[in-house]
């Protein structure tokens, strides 16, 4: 119905189109009919007044008359309404003419044979001419033969008599019917072609509109790559103002960012005839570049030129964009899936690793523990058969808590990794020393199962380097420690290269191997995580989880690298860098400082030795709040030649200093209530000679940084426990014999 509709309003226009066209077209053929009449009747009066001598006025009038209206007829359609109403001024001159060829008729009925021939084809001449609808031709062919009918009728009889006048009077009618007839066929044909025009230029304005007026870029081009047509949006899309400019451009050289992107395109074109949303970037005038979406076709059938290929483009740069951004934001979104379910994964694990490993550190602890409780518990209960077998007790006693005091460092220093405080001392060292020390402790463990541990040191590495040499030496003694635990046969060593130096740095490559049962290249990644232990398939033996992650963090601080390189059957490579400083200025000034001390320190001590012989023993006061400690320090300190007195806070410290019998203080720093820090600040507050007793802090704490705290509250040097004996005398005995 609505299609109905459609054509019904478009046949309409084009009816109203041709009415319009047909009024037009009447102008020109007017005005060139009125010309024509005018010399015509100009012509006929000229012959007719030599041929009739006898013309009267009306006759002539007559011819006056139709070349007077003819002339004024033309000057009236010039003007808008001869312009609007050509049908009544064409009705209106041939109207005279006939009327002035029926005057002549008339009055000179001779002549009606001629006369009526000549309107005739006048008439239908004009017929064919005009080509107006033929109702108007209609109309004229009515009036025409009323006037010849009229100036027949009305003239004498004797026109009756002539010859021809039936035949002429047919002929006027056939000629009339004729004229109708033709002006009827040419009406319609001139009607089908101007509708048919019609509705090819509504076609094209509808086509030329919705291509000037698409938002998409609509063109043409040749194979070569010459733009044919391009419409505004495809000007504006690409940066051009006018259609000119853009053809001047090649499509695949100055338009295609890439010419690959072209050739494909044609060959696609080739192949299938049709290409739907090709993605390609593309080259503004400017050279800005951006992405559109093509869909062309294959066109063969345009008449100017063999092959076309037409279609549209959009630009799809913000989609793009917006796609792209999509993708980041869904594999950001995806990479943060990943990580929250590795660090879950990974919290789970370490949660079980952490299980796992309380459980092993349960044994690991349990196990020196009852050894020490153990050889105590005999030696208190006097169940020893001899001095040796006692010494033998308390000798593996105390093996079993250097074990035991192993394991808590460990354990210490993995809380100090978490926490971030894990700190190096930088002081001077020899590494052949530290690995001597190294082979020193691990030996009696690797004889123990027929093992020889190897050493190589390369010559290059100078004798003095500055670090912290417990650390590194701590890192060896994990990795040759596992190396002996792991290895039931073959060998283990210690291998020392020089990787890199320049003035200052020194970097050292450590190599610690075994020929043990290997680890599986599976279980690599795990070796360093913390709490993580690997089980072998042919032995029960496990490490705490702790040994190979310290190792890691102390690597780390000294600016290097560790690494493992395992085969199963054939054995370890445990391999890391440390980046250690050549030059230390400041640990040159304190070790210039230290050797002029030790030369007073020999002064003061050979000066000790003999005041000792002469003169009583010191007198020192111990601050200690644990009251074993307190007992067990006071034992040994008598043992060692000093008198002691002990208090358990610091508040009696201080009034004990106040009394002015003491010769030096060792003061816990852990204490409940004051501790020894705060209460060696109110001791050095006193008045002299009170406020400058010697101090010595005594604490199980033993980082540089603890030290530095002390030193800071006033105290004069520190000791770490468990107190090493010898080390405690040298110590005390040094202060004791330094003027304050």
């Known amino acids: 119905m609505k299609e109905n509709n459609i054509k019904s309003t478009l046949e309409l226009k084009s009816l109203e189109f041709f009415k319009e066209e047909s009024r037009k077209a009447l102008i020109e053929p007017f005005q060139s009919l009125a010309k024509f009449v005018v010399f015509a009747s100009l012509v006929a009066l000229f012959f007719e007044y030599r041929l009739f001598h006898n013309l009267n006025y009306i006759t002539i009038l007559s011819r006056v008359a139709s070349v007077s209206i003819s002339i004024i007829l033309l000057l009236i359609s010039y003007t808008n309404f001869g312009k609007k109403h050509p049908a009544v001024l064409i009705h209106l001159l041939l109207f005279s003419i006939v009327v002035s060829f029926g005057v002549m008729i008339y009055f000179f009925p001779k002549t009606i044979v001629f006369n009526s021939q000549i309107i005739s084809l006048i008439i239908f001449i004009a017929a064919l001419f005009l080509s107006w609808e033929f109702s108007n031709q209609i109309i004229v062919a009515i009036y025409y033969n009323i006037v010849f009918a009229i100036s027949i009728f009305v003239s004498s009889k004797q026109i009756f008599l002539l010859p021809n006048l039936i035949e002429s009077v047919i002929l006027v009618l056939i000629i009339s019917v004729m004229a109708i007839v033709a002006n009827y066929i040419n009406n319609e044909l001139r009607k089908d072609a101007i509708i048919k025009n019609f509705q090819v230029a509504v076609s094209e304005k509808k086509y030329r509109s919705l291509v000037e007026n698409s938002a998409e870029g609509i063109f043409q081009f040749t194979p070569d790559g010459k733009l044919i047509t391009a419409n505004p949006s495809l000007l504006k899309l690409l940066g051009f103002q006018f259609e000119d400019d853009i053809k001047k451009f090649s499509v695949p050289d100055d338009i295609f960012k890439r010419k690959s992107d072209w050739e494909l395109l044609i060959k696609l074109l080739e192949k299938q005839g049709r290409v739907r949303n090709y993605r390609v970037p593309f080259k503004k005038k400017d050279g800005t570049e951006i992405t559109v979406r093509m869909n062309v076709r294959k ?225 690599l990644n795990m070796l360093f995580e913390p709490f993580s232990q690997i089980k072998g398939k042919k032995s029960a033996k496990e490490g705490s989880g702790l040994g190979l992650m310290i190792a890691k963090e102390f690597v780390k601080l000294m600016n290097g690298e560790i690494n493992v390189e395992s085969k199963v059957g054939i054995g370890s490579k445990f391999i890391f860098t440390v980046k250690l400083p050549l030059v230390n200025e400041i640990q040159q000034v304190k070790k210039e400082a230290d050797s002029e001390i030790v030369q007073i320190n020999d002064s003061v001590n050979n000066f000790s030795e003999e005041v000792k012989e002469r003169s009583d023993r010191k007198k020192l006061l111990l601050v200690e709040d644990n009251p074993i400690s307190r007992n067990l320090e006071s034992k040994i300190l008598k043992e060692v030649g000093y008198d002691i007195d002990a208090v358990a806070t610091g508040f009696e410290a201080i009034d004990s200093v106040k009394t002015g019998k003491y010769n030096l203080v060792l003061m816990d720093v852990e204490m409940s209530g004051m501790d020894g820090l705060e209460a060696t600040k109110k001791i050095r507050q006193l008045e002299e000679p009170f406020c400058k007793i010697p101090i010595i802090a005594v604490t199980a704490h033993s980082s540089m940084k603890d030290r530095e705290r002390c030193l800071a509250a006033g105290m004069d040097d520190y000791i770490s426990k468990p107190i090493n004996i010898h080390f405690l005398k040298i110590t005390i005995d040094q202060w004791l014999n330094v003027k304050r």
Not at 337 to 362: T, Y
Not at 488 to 511: A, D, F, H, M, Y
């Open 299 to 523: 066109n063969e059938d345009d008449e100017n030129y063999p092959l076309l290929y037409e279609g549209s483009l959009q630009d799809i740069s913000q989609q793009v964009l917006a796609e792209i951004e999509k993708q980041k934001a869904l594999d950001a979104l995806r990479l943060e899936k990943m990580k929250a379910d590795s660090a879950a994964k990974k919290a789970q694990q370490e949660s079980q690793f952490k299980s796992k490993f309380l459980a092993n550190m349960s044994h690991e602890v349990r196990t020196p523990m009852n050894s020490v409780m153990g050889f105590l518990t005999l030696i208190e209960n006097d169940l020893f058969e001899s001095i040796d077998e006692l010494k033998s007790f308390a000798k593996d006693a105390r093996v079993a808590a250097e074990s035991l005091l192993g394991i808590i460092n460990n354990i210490l220093d993995l809380s100090k990794v978490e926490a971030g405080k894990m700190e190096l001392d930088i002081v001077e060292f020899n590494v052949r020393d530290e690995i001597a020390k190294v082979i020193t402790i691990m030996n009696q463990q690797a004889k123990s199962k027929g093992l020889q541990i190897e050493e190589y040191i390369h010559p290059l590495i100078p004798q003095s380097v500055y670090g912290d040499p417990t650390r590194f030496r701590q890192i060896i003694i994990n990795l040759l420690g596992n190396a002996i635990k792991f290895t039931e046969q073959g060998k283990v060593g210690i291998e020392v290269i020089l990787k890199s130096r320049n003035e200052n740095i020194i970097e050292l490559q450590t190599t610690v191997y075994d020929t043990g049962p290997g680890i599986p290249s599976d279980k």
